[in-house]
C-alpha cells in the first residue's frame, strides 16, 4: 500500500490516507488520514491501546493497513524511514560500536559516522559496552541513535523517552527538534505531555483508533480553550482517563 | 549518442547496485560469523563433536587400523550427531532476530529478505563447516600419526585405503551439515517462539532422521520404488543421499567390488535440491 512520487518539498514527506488497520475481528485504526510535514517533530499522543504504536508501524512501512495508503514523496535515499522500536533489542554478544557500525555498513557509512550518531544521543561513553549490558534507558538511546543512521528523510520513534531519566528525555527530545531543524521529519509518540508540548510543531491526539485532535499545539490549545497540551489531551479523550479502554471490548 | 550515454548511467546504477549488495552480504555474513565466534554454546559443541568423533575411532581401534575402518566407525555416529549440531546451529539464527524485533529494524534498511537470508546462512555455515573440520580433521591427523603403516600411495583405486577416501568423507560430511542448516534455517523463519522452535527442530530431526527413511522403505515394501529406482529414490533423504555417498564413494571404492549403492549425481541433486528449497522457504518465511 505504501507508494511513492515526486512532489514538491511543500507537500507532506508522508501521507497516510483513510488509514485502517484490523487485528482479525478487531478494528485498531479507523479512517487515519496523516500528513507529516518536511522538517517538523509530529507528537502523537493518546491513552494505552489507542493506536499509536499500530499507527507508526503503518507509517514505518512495517504493517500493511487493511485499508487506506501511505505515500511517501520524499527524495530517495539508501533509507527512507528511520524507526525506533517501542522496545528496542539488540543481538547479544556486540558492542555498541559493533552494533551501530553493523548497521551503519548496510547504507554505505563508516564507523565514525556510527559513533558521531552516538554522540550526538549523549552515549559515547558506553561505545565498548555490550549491549547486553546496557540499562533499558541506554538501550533506548542506542535505538535512536539506530533511528538516524543513514539519514532517512522521516524517522518515527516510538515512546523515545520512555524509561528515561528527566533530563535525558529532554535531551532525546531536543535531539528530536535538531533533527527536523536538518529537514527531517520526526515522528514520535510519547506520554510526556510536557515535552510534546514544549518540542512538538504538530500534535495529533489519537483515540480508540481515531484522530480526535490534530494541529499546532497553540492553535489546538486556543481552538479548546485549555492552556496546555494535558488540556488538549483530556478535552479530546473521549472515556475516561485513569481506565484502559480495550478496543474491541465495550464497556 | 543519447542511447549510449543512457546505457552507460544503467550499467554504472547496475554496478553500484551491484557493489552496495555484495556490501550488505558481507556486512551480515560477518555479523553472523562473530555471532558463532563469541557464542560459548556452538564452541562447546565443537569441542563435543570433537570429544565424540575422537572417541568413537579410539574405541574401534581406527587410530591404528586405518581411514577407512574409522569412515566406517563413524559413518553412524554423523549420521546422528551433525544433524544436531547443524539444526543448533540455525534454529534460531533468524527467530532471534525477529524476537529481539530487529527484524523490523532491518526491514527500514535497504536489505531484502534474500539478502539477510544468505548472509545469515553464508555466517552460520562456515561455523559449521569449521566445526566438522575440526572435528574430522583431528581424527584424520591422529590416524595419520598413530597408524601402524605409514602409507606412501596417495590413492583413491580400488582395493587401498587412503587419506584421500577420508578426505571425501570429510567433504562430503561439512555439505551433509550444510544441508541440514539450510533446513534450520527455514524453519528459524518460520516460527515465533522459541518453544515452538524447539519443538519444529526435534520434529524435523525425527523427520529427516527416520520420517524420510521411513518413507523409502515404505515406498519399497509398497512396490511404489522399484529396486532400478532405489539408488536415486535415496536422494529424496538427506541422510540417505549422505550414507549412500559416503558408501559408494569411499568404502565402495575401496573394496572395489559389490552393487551400486546409491547415484551420487542424484544425490547431490537431492542435496541441492533440499538446501535450495530450504533457503527459499526461509526467504519467504522472513519476507511475511
Known amino acids: 500500500?505504501?507508494?511513492?512520487?515526486?512532489?514538491?518539498?511543500?507537500?507532506?514527506?508522508?501521507?497516510?490516507?483513510?488509514?485502517?488497520?484490523?487485528?482479525?475481528?478487531?478494528?485498531?485504526?479507523?479512517?487515519?488520514?496523516?500528513?507529516?510535514?518536511?522538517?517538523?517533530?509530529?507528537?502523537?499522543?493518546?491513552?494505552?491501546?489507542?493506536?499509536?504504536?499500530?499507527?507508526?508501524?503503518?507509517?514505518?512501512?512495517?504493517?500493511?493497513?487493511?485499508?487506506?495508503?501511505?505515500?511517501?514523496?520524499?527524495?530517495?535515499?539508501?533509507?527512507?524511514?528511520?524507526?525506533?522500536?517501542?522496545?528496542?533489542?539488540?543481538?547479544?554478544?556486540?558492542?555498541?560500536?559493533?552494533?551501530?557500525?553493523?548497521?551503519?555498513?548496510?547504507?554505505?557509512?563508516?564507523?565514525?559516522?556510527?559513533?558521531?550518531?552516538?554522540?550526538?544521543?549523549?552515549?559515547?561513553?558506553?561505545?565498548?559496552?555490550?549491549?547486553?549490558?546496557?540499562?533499558?534507558?541506554?538501550?533506548?538511546?542506542?535505538?535512536?541513535?539506530?533511528?538516524?543512521?543513514?539519514?532517512?528523510?522521516?524517522?518515527?520513534?516510538?515512546?523515545?523517552?520512555?524509561?528515561?531519566?528527566?533530563?535525558?528525555?529532554?535531551?532525546?527530545?531536543?535531539?528530536?527538534?535538531?533533527?527536523?531543524?536538518?529537514?527531517?521529519?520526526?515522528?514520535?509518540?510519547?506520554?510526556?505531555?510536557e515535552l510534546v508540548d514544549q518540542h512538538a510543531d504538530e500534535v495529533v491526539v489519537l483515540d480508540d483508533g481515531s484522530i480526535a485532535t490534530r494541529g499546532r499545539p497553540a492553535a489546538i490549545r486556543q481552538s479548546l480553550g485549555v492552556d496546555t497540551v494535558r488540556g488538549v489531551y483530556e478535552a479530546s479523550i473521549s472515556g475516561e482517563t485513569t481506565t484502559v479502554r480495550v478496543q474491541g471490548v465495550s464497556s | 549518442m543519447a542511447a549510449d550515454e543512457s546505457a552507460a548511467v544503467d550499467a554504472g546504477e547496475q554496478t553500484t547496485a551491484s557493489t552496495a549488495r555484495r556490501r550488505r552480504l558481507e556486512t551480515i555474513f560477518r555479523r553472523e560469523l562473530r555471532t558463532v565466534a563469541r557464542t560459548r554454546t556452538f564452541l562447546l559443541l565443537a569441542a563435543a563433536l570433537a570429544a565424540v568423533t575422537l572417541g568413537v575411532t579410539w574405541v574401534g581401534g581406527g587410530f591404528t587400523a586405518g581411514y577407512l575402518p574409522a569412515v566406517v566407525d563413524l559413518l553412524t555416529p554423523m549420521e546422528l550427531l551433525v544433524p544436531i549440531v547443524a539444526i543448533a546451529f540455525g534454529y534460531r539464527a533468524i527467530l532471534g532476530d525477529e524476537q529481539r524485533g530487529e527484524l523490523d529494524v532491518l526491514e527500514t534498511y535497504p536489505v531484502s529478505a534474500r539478502e539477510l537470508v544468505v548472509g545469515v546462512y553464508a555466517g552460520r555455515a562456515v561455523g559449521l563447516a569449521a566445526t566438522v573440520v575440526v572435528a574430522l580433521g583431528l581424527v584424520g591427523i591422529a590416524i595419520a600419526v598413530t597408524g601402524d603403516d605409514t602409507l606412501r600411495m596417495y590413492a583413491s583405486h580400488s582395493g587401498a585405503d587412503s587419506p584421500i577416501l577420508f578426505a571425501r568423507f570429510l567433504v562430503l560430511t561439512v555439505v551433509f551439515a550444510l544441508v541440514v542448516l539450510a533446513v534450520a534455517i527455514a524453519l528459524s523463519a518460520l516460527v515465533s517462539e522459541t518453544k515452538s522452535a524447539l519443538a519444529v527442530a526435534v520434529v524435523a530431526l525425527v523427520v529427516l532422521l527416520i520420517g524420510l527413511d521411513l518413507a523409502l522403505v515404505y515406498g519399497l515394501a509398497a512396490g511404489l520404488i522399484g529396486d532400478g529406482e532405489l539408488i536415486h529414490s535415496l536422494a529424496v533423504s538427506p541422510l540417505s543421499a549422505y550414507r549412500g555417498l559416503v558408501l559408494e564413494t569411499t568404502v565402495g571404492v575401496a573394496s572395489g567390488t559389490g552393487p551400486r549403492i546409491a547415484s551420487p549425481l542424484a544425490s547431490l541433486l537431492g542435496f541441492a535440491v533440499w538446501t535450495g528449497g530450504s533457503l527459499a522457504v526461509a526467504v519467504w518465511g522472513v519476507s511475511r
Not at chain 1, 16 to 32: F, K, P, T
Not at chain 1, 40 to 49: E, K, Q, S
Not at chain 1, 83 to 91: D, E, H, S, T, V
Not at chain 1, 98 to 105: C, H, I, V
Request: zero cysteines; glycine letters at 10%; aromatic letters at 4%.
Open chain 1, 1 to 193: 500500500m505504501s507508494e511513492h512520487r515526486h512532489h514538491s518539498s511543500s507537500e507532506p514527506i508522508l501521507h497516510a490516507q483513510a488509514l485502517e488497520h484490523d487485528y482479525g475481528s478487531i478494528s485498531v485504526l479507523e479512517n487515519v488520514t496523516l500528513p507529516i510535514s518536511r522538517g517538523a517533530v509530529t507528537g502523537l499522543i493518546g491513552p494505552n491501546g489507542s493506536g499509536k504504536t499500530t499507527l507508526l508501524r503503518v507509517l514505518a512501512g512495517l504493517l500493511e493497513p487493511t485499508a487506506g495508503t501511505v505515500t511517501y514523496n520524499g527524495e530517495e535515499t539508501a533509507r527512507r524511514i528511520g524507526y525506533l522500536p517501542q522496545q528496542p533489542a539488540f543481538r547479544p554478544g556486540f558492542t555498541v560500536a559493533e552494533t551501530l557500525s553493523f548497521y551503519a555498513a548496510l547504507v554505505g557509512e563508516d564507523k565514525s559516522t556510527a559513533m558521531d550518531r552516538l554522540e550526538q544521543v549523549g552515549l559515547s561513553d558506553a561505545r565498548r559496552r555490550p549491549v547486553e549490558a546496557l540499562s533499558g534507558g541506554m538501550t533506548r538511546l542506542v535505538g535512536i541513535a539506530q533511528a538516524t543512521i543513514g539519514d532517512p528523510p522521516v524517522i518515527v520513534l516510538d515512546e523515545p523517552a520512555s524509561g528515561l531519566d528527566p533530563g535525558m528525555s529532554s535531551h532525546v527530545f531536543d535531539v528530536a527538534t535538531e533533527l527536523a531543524g536538518a529537514g527531517t521529519a520526526v515522528i514520535l509518540s510519547s506520554h510526556d505531555l
